[in-house]
């Protein structure tokens, strides 16, 4: 039971929603990737840019012991870097996961859980490390830009 001065977290699923209303965005439950035209299901926020373009993330896709509501900033930058911007300032995903980790090391300096919460970023950063290729393919880039990328990452 929590105390009179204990707030209780709130979730992933309740912070993609805030975030995306404050945002003026939508929630769908299936997006449709611009260039592979893979169809991803789960929860997406959809909103227009300044730039009158469509920008979509979705925090953390997979989270463990409730560390996808403690990094949801962090996964939210990590969305907007994998999809946004190797089209508009050529990131890779290499660079994306390195700014990503970094993050989330910074966030848990603040806390008082330091250690578990560095060994959860660390477990966070090897998931998208090694499996995140199919949220990098769902990039607003094309799939030469994409190889083109994935090249410059091994230089």
Not at 49 to 77: H, K, R
Not at 92 to 118: G, I, P, V, W
Not at 124 to 148: P, R, T
Request: charged fraction near 25%.
């Amino acid at each position: 039971m929590l105390s009179a001065c204990t707030a209780a977290p709130i979730s992933h699923q309740q912070q993609l929603k805030n975030t995306c209303k404050n945002k003026g965005g939508d929630i769908v439950t299936e997006l449709t990737c611009p260039t592979s035209q893979e169809v991803r299901d789960g929860e997406f926020c959809l909103l227009k840019n300044s730039a009158n373009e469509m920008v979509f993330f979705n925090g953390c896709t997979a989270g463990i012991a409730d560390y996808d509501a403690v990094f949801f900033n962090q996964c939210l930058a990590h969305d907007l870097c994998y999809h946004h911007e190797p089209a508009t300032n050529g990131k890779s995903k290499n660079t994306c996961d390195q700014e990503f980790y970094q993050a989330m090391e910074k966030h848990c300096e603040k806390r008082s859980d330091t250690k578990r919460c560095l060994l959860m970023a660390k477990l966070f950063y090897e998931g998208v490390e090694h499996f995140g290729e199919s949220s990098w393919q769902c990039s607003n880039l094309s799939n030469k830009e994409l190889e083109s990328n994935k090249l410059n990452d091994k230089m």
